[in-house]
């Protein structure tokens, strides 16, 4: 069976408290634990009401304690936002406290708007160059203790120093990620659910270019979807209505909490959301189990994925566990 993971951005539904969005993923790491799911990854995202999670390190740490056997991770930190510092110094405490279950999930892009990066920034010296390699580097040779003599950082030491980092993995929804991500010899994570780029392209570049690394010494790649399960294919359609109309208002920039699906029956939509609507389609698996899974196998044939990491943005929180409960039947 092919590993089945998490990938939670703790979504808000309307009329619900971003605070209760927290408290949902809790519970859903639970279950997704009990299940047997393989890894529980929580985003970074900021300013968008449609989102909770936003702080990536603190839910890590919520989300072990509060499980037994399943690796914990980001996906991801978003590096730009962070002095790589801080990133080693965080995920090392995690590692020390649930030693063996924690991933730490790297990502490009500032996740969020240019003014709210800018803040997240103001006080680093920002740079218009893309400076993700850069901050990579020097969090690899923290770890490695690389710099060398003379060098301003040759002293620092990233605490707990006895701790190792956990295992990398960098994300990704490109052609230029996937062969980073082969070039530094991290593990890969492809964004399916929102990538633009063809799946099987990306995880073909990544292998093709894959550099062994002492943390991963072959290629390993994940890929992350955006899946809607229940138990029929028409209460399925029903619930991604939700997800629909989330992702015709993104496109109008109209970060919104999540519509019920009796909202999202109701709103009317224009000829542009409906191609919009069409065109996401091909990037979401909306059905019974039995459709689920004919419609998931040959997607992961087809990028020899080693593992599938699903997403869910439905409106109703036990709707949502009751997705993957039936996820796990259909791969089970």
């Given at each position: ?12 539904a309307?009329?619900s408290?971003?605070a ?19 890894r ?11 989102i909770?999670s936003?702080?990536?390190?603190i ?11 399943i ?35 790297l ?11 800018y ?7 920002i740079s218009?160059e893309d400076?993700?390699l ?9 770890e490695?203790?690389g ?12 605490m707990?120093?006895d ?8 994300l990704?929804?490109?052609d ?10 991290a593990?890969?994570s492809f964004a ?13 570049l990544?292998r ?8 991963h010494?072959k290629?390993?790649?994940i ?13 399925a359609a029903?619930l991604?209505?939700t997800?629909e ?6 496109a109008?920039?109209?970060?919104l909490?999540?519509a019920?699906?009796?909202e999202?029956?109701a ?7 409906r191609?919009?609507?069409a ?5 979401l ?9 004919a419609k ?11 593992e599938l990491?699903?997403?869910?943005m439905?409106?109703?929180h ?11 039947q259909?791969f089970?």
């Amino acid at each position: 069976m092919t590993p089945l993971s998490v990938l939670d951005l703790s979504p808000v539904a309307a009329g619900s408290p971003a605070a209760q969005a927290l408290r949902n993923s809790l519970d859903l790491a639970r279950l997704a634990d009990r299940l047997g799911f393989t890894r529980y990854w929580v985003a970074e995202h900021h300013s968008m009401p449609a989102i909770a999670s936003s702080a990536p390190e603190i839910m890590i740490g919520q989300i072990a304690a509060v499980t037994q056997r399943i690796r914990v991770g980001s996906g991801g930190v978003m590096l730009p936002n962070h002095a790589p510092l801080t990133v080693a110094e965080r995920f090392k405490v995690l590692e020390a406290l649930y030693p063996g279950r924690i991933d730490l999930g790297l990502g490009r892009a500032p996740g969020t708007d240019p003014a709210t990066s800018y803040m997240l920034r103001r006080r680093q010296g920002i740079s218009e160059e893309d400076d993700f390699l850069d901050r990579f580097n020097e969090l690899m040779l923290l770890e490695s203790r690389g710099f060398p003599a003379g060098h301003p950082f040759h002293k620092v030491r990233a605490m707990p120093d006895d701790v190792p980092l956990p295992p990398i993995y960098l994300l990704g929804s490109s052609d230029y990620s996937a062969q980073l991500a082969a070039q530094i010899g991290a593990a890969f994570s492809f964004a399916h659910h929102f990538a633009n780029f063809d799946a099987a392209e990306a995880m073909r570049l990544y292998r093709d270019n894959f550099r062994p690394s002492p943390a991963h010494t072959k290629p390993y790649a994940i890929l992350a979807t955006h899946v809607v399960c229940a138990e029929t294919d028409e209460e399925a359609a029903r619930l991604a209505t939700t997800v629909e109309l989330n992702f015709v208002r993104r496109a109008k920039g109209e970060y919104l909490p999540l519509a019920s699906p009796e909202e999202a029956i109701a709103y009317d939509y224009s000829p542009v959301d409906r191609a919009r609507i069409a065109q996401n389609r091909a990037r979401l698996t909306v059905g019974s189990p039995a459709t689920v899974r004919a419609k998931l196998m040959p997607l992961i044939e087809a990028t020899q994925a080693d593992e599938l990491m699903v997403t869910s943005m439905i409106f109703s929180h036990e709707a949502r566990k009751r997705s993957y409960e039936l996820l796990m039947q259909a791969f089970a």
